[in-house]
Nanobody, 119 residues
């Protein structure tokens, strides 16, 4: 069982930056993918970015590519989401999630952290 705990959310003005962290504990392995998702009020949850533990390969949603960067620190078992040039439409609850490389559905989720971008 993998446990995920997010931190780093908050209130920021448009154009500002925030860094989210996701600490993983439990049965994580190198054959693992960590992702960030977000859900705005009244909207469905959407994919933001993912990273593969073993290779460091990344993938981004088009809406955040070039502004957000996902990274990992293997020694700390932590994944980060650096968010720059934030826009009001980035306002959402951000969730960290995990899955093995052999499946497509994420089966470990954090509790979420609120990000609010004011205009």
């Amino acid at each position: 069982q993998v446990q995920l705990v997010e931190s780093g959310g908050g209130l920021v003005q448009a154009g500002g930056s925030l860094r989210l962290s996701c600490a993983a504990s439990g049965r994580t392995t190198s054959n693992y993918v960590m992702g960030w998702f977000r859900q705005a009020p009244g909207k469905e949850r959407e994919f933001v970015a993912r990273i593969t533990w073993s290779t460091g390969s990344t993938y981004y949603a088009g809406s955040v590519e070039g502004r957000f960067t996902i990274s990992r620190d293997n020694a700390k078992n932590t994944v980060y989401l650096q968010m720059n040039s934030l826009k009001p439409e980035d306002t959402a609850v951000y969730y960290c999630a995990g899955r093995t490389i052999w499946v497509t559905d994420y089966d470990a989720w954090g509790q979420g952290t609120q990000v609010t971008v004011s205009s």
